[in-house]
C-alpha cells in the first residue's frame, strides 16, 4: 500500500513540474512562432506529406460518398463556375478519368487563383470531349513555392487515390525546394521518435538552439555519383550557386522525377513531364568573386553604356566578357538585348537562354532540366514529355518568351495557361486517343480554349497582388507611373512592365476600352511600341 504521505509528496511534485513544463512549452511556442520560422519554413512539407495519414477525408453526402481535400482547394468544377471545389468521389468508378497536376505556385495559376489555373483549362476541355457517363476529376495540387521535391512527397501521398495520369510541372523552384531529408528514405527508430517529439516546440527549439551553437557543417553526398536524395545545405545562407552548385540542383531535380516515375508505374498510373517557359526579360544574377574584379568593373560599364544607347560599345564589352568568362549571365542578356534591337532574335533567343542557364539565382526553368526530362520519356512505360517550353516560343512570333506570354519571372498569364492545356491536350489525349472509350476526339475544337474565358474580376488580381489597386480605371496609369520611376534594372520595375504589357495584351483580347484605350496610349509613346504591338496583334488573330 502506498502511503498518502506519498500520494501527497507524488501529486504536489507532478502538477509543479507539468506547470512549468506547461510554461515552457508555451514559451517555446511562441519563440518559434516568432524566431524560429524566420529562418526555417513553417511547415517541414518532407517530412509533413510523408507523416500525412491522409490528404482526403470520406464523407457520406446526399450525392454519395465523397472524398474532401484537408489540405488543397484541388478541383475546379466547370458545372459550378461559382464554386471552388474540394470533392473527388469516394468509388472510382470505371468511367471517371482522375488526373493529378503537381507543380508550384504556376500550377496553382497564381497570381489569378486556380480558376484560371491550365489544369481548370484542361478539366474544360476534356469536359467538352468526354462521352456520355464519363466523368473528368482534374485535381491540382500546385502550391506556392512547390519543386520537385515536394511534387515527389505528394505524389507518394496522393497516389492511394488512384489517378489515371500525373501532370508534373516543375523546374522553377530548385533553388526553393533543397529541403530534402533522410526521413523519407530511412523510416527507422530513430526518425519515428524524432517525429513524436517534433510535436513538442520545446524539442524543435532546442534542435535549433543546438544546430546555431554547434555550426558544424553537415556531410553533402554528392547527388551526381550516388542515388541519394540528401542535399544538406539550407539555401537561406547561399548568396548565389556556382556552376558546380547548380549541378546540384540538377540532380536532385532528375532524382525526384526518376522516383515520381517508379511510383507511378508502381501504381501503373501514366506521367506526363511538362516543360516550364519562364520569362527572358529579367536580368539574371551574377556574384563575383574575389578574382572577378576586371569582369565586374566591365559588367558595370556594359550596363551604363546600355542605359546610354550605346549600343555598339554595350555589345563589345558584352563580347569581352563571354571571351573572359563564357558563362557570365550578365554579358549573355545583354547580348539578347542587342540583338533583340538588332532584330536577331533567334540570336537573342540563345543569349537570353544561356543567361537563365546560368543565372547564380536559378528561379527559373533550365534546359538542363528540359534535357532530363527528355531524356525520361519512355511512351512504352507511360511516360511522356510535353514540351510547353517549345510550344510557348511557337506561339510568339520572334519566339522570345517575356511579359507577352509570362507576368514576372516565371507565372503565367491566363492566355499562357490556357496555351498549356491546349498543348498537352493536343500532344497527349489527341496524339495518342487516350482512353477513346471515355473521349470523343471528332469533338475537338481548337477554337474552344480560346473562348474559355474567366470571370473579368480575376484579371484585377494583377491589380490588387502587385499595386494593392481595385478599380481598374486607376491600374494601368498607376502601374506605368511606378514603372516610370523605378531605377532600370531593377526586379520593381521588370514586374511593372510585364504586368502592364500583360494588360495590355488583354485590353486587345477582350476590347475592354478601360483597359485598352489607357495603357495602349500610354505603350505607343514608348520606343519599339509597334513592333511589339504588331506581336500581340499577330497572336490575337491566330486564336
Known amino acids: 500500500m502506498i502511503s498518502k504521505a506519498r500520494i501527497k509528496f507524488l501529486v504536489f511534485s507532478i502538477i509543479p513540474a507539468t506547470a512549468l513544463l506547461a510554461v515552457f512549452e508555451l514559451a517555446s511556442y511562441f519563440y518559434y512562432r516568432h524566431r524560429v520560422l524566420d529562418d526555417f519554413m513553417p511547415i517541414d512539407v518532407s517530412d509533413s506529406f510523408h507523416n500525412i495519414p ?42 471517371i478519368f482522375r488526373i493529378f497536376s503537381f507543380g508550384g505556385s504556376s500550377t496553382a495559376g497564381s497570381p489569378w487563383g486556380y480558376e484560371a489555373s491550365f489544369s481548370r483549362f484542361l478539366e474544360d476541355e476534356l469536359n467538352a470531349l468526354k462521352r456520355a457517363d464519363t466523368t473528368v476529376e482534374v485535381v491540382n495540387f500546385g502550391g506556392s513555392g512547390y519543386g520537385s521535391t515536394r511534387a515527389l512527397g505528394l505524389v507518394k501521398a496522393s497516389i492511394q487515390y488512384k489517378p489515371d495520369l500525373l501532370v508534373i510541372y516543375a523546374g522553377h523552384n530548385e533553388m526553393w525546394d533543397n529541403y530534402v531529408y533522410l526521413d523519407i528514405a530511412n523510416a527507422n527508430l530513430k ?15 532546442a534542435r535549433f538552439l543546438l ?31 556556382k556552376a558546380p552548385e547548380r549541378q546540384y540542383l540538377t540532380a536532385q531535380f532528375g532524382q525526384n522525377m526518376r522516383a515520381i516515375i517508379a511510383a507511378a508505374r508502381a501504381a ?14 529579367y536580368e539574371p544574377s551574377w556574384f563575383p568573386g574575389e578574382h572577378d574584379q576586371v569582369q565586374e568593373q566591365w559588367t558595370t560599364e556594359l550596363r551604363k553604356q546600355f542605359d546610354n544607347h550605346n549600343l555598339t560599345a554595350a555589345r563589345s564589352l558584352a563580347n569581352k566578357i563571354v571571351e573572359m568568362n563564357p558563362e557570365n549571365p550578365i554579358a549573355h542578356f545583354y547580348l539578347g538585348l542587342l540583338d533583340r534591337l538588332s532584330e536577331s532574335p533567334k540570336t537573342a533567343r540563345e543569349h537570353f537562354l544561356e543567361a537563365i542557364d546560368f543565372d547564380e539565382r536559378p528561379e527559373r526553368y533550365t534546359r538542363p532540366y528540359r534535357a532530363i526530362q527528355i531524356g525520361l520519356e519512355d511512351q512504352q512505360a507511360g511516360v511522356y514529355f510535353i514540351d510547353a517550353w517549345k510550344a510557348a516560343a511557337k506561339f510568339l512570333d520572334d519566339g522570345i518568351v517575356d511579359g507577352r506570354l509570362i507576368v514576372d519571372k516565371m507565372h503565367p498569364i491566363v492566355e499562357c495557361n490556357k496555351m498549356i492545356a491546349e498543348t498537352i491536350e493536343d500532344d497527349f ?115
Open 429 to 543: 489525349f489527341v496524339r495518342h486517343h487516350v482512353r477513346a472509350d471515355l473521349f470523343d476526339y471528332d469533338k475537338v475544337d481548337p477554337k474552344r480554349i480560346w473562348n474559355d474565358n474567366i470571370s473579368p474580376e480575376l484579371y484585377l488580381k494583377i491589380c490588387e497582388r502587385y499595386f494593392k489597386i481595385s478599380d481598374p480605371a486607376l491600374c494601368v496609369p498607376e502601374m506605368f507611373k511606378k514603372y516610370s520611376t523605378m531605377p532600370e534594372g531593377s526586379a520593381e520595375k521588370g514586374i511593372y512592365q510585364n504586368c502592364w504589357e500583360y494588360l495590355l495584351y488583354y485590353g486587345l483580347l477582350t476590347h475592354d476600352r478601360i483597359w485598352l484605350d489607357e495603357s495602349a496610349s500610354i505603350y505607343k509613346a514608348r520606343s519599339l511600341a509597334g513592333v511589339r504591338l504588331q506581336s500581340w496583334a499577330a497572336t490575337d488573330a491566330a486564336h
Open 268 to 281: 501503373n498510373v501514366q506521367v506526363l513531364l511538362v516543360s516550364e517557359p519562364s520569362n527572358f526579360s
Open 54 to 95: 491522409d490528404l482526403f477525408e470520406r464523407r457520406h453526402t446526399d450525392q454519395g460518398d465523397l472524398l474532401f481535400s484537408r489540405y488543397f482547394p484541388t478541383r475546379y468544377y466547370v458545372s459550378e463556375r461559382d464554386y471552388r471545389g474540394k470533392t473527388m468521389s469516394a468509388t472510382k468508378g470505371k468511367r
Open 191 to 205: 526518425v519515428r521518435l524524432r517525429t513524436y517529439g517534433d510535436h513538442l516546440y520545446s524539442v524543435r527549439v
Open 211 to 241: 544546430e546555431r551553437t554547434l555550426a558544424k557543417p553537415p556531410e553533402r553526398v554528392d547527388l551526381l555519383s550516388e542515388n541519394s536524395m540528401y542535399i544538406p545545405p539550407l539555401l537561406k545562407d547561399k548568396k548565389g550557386f
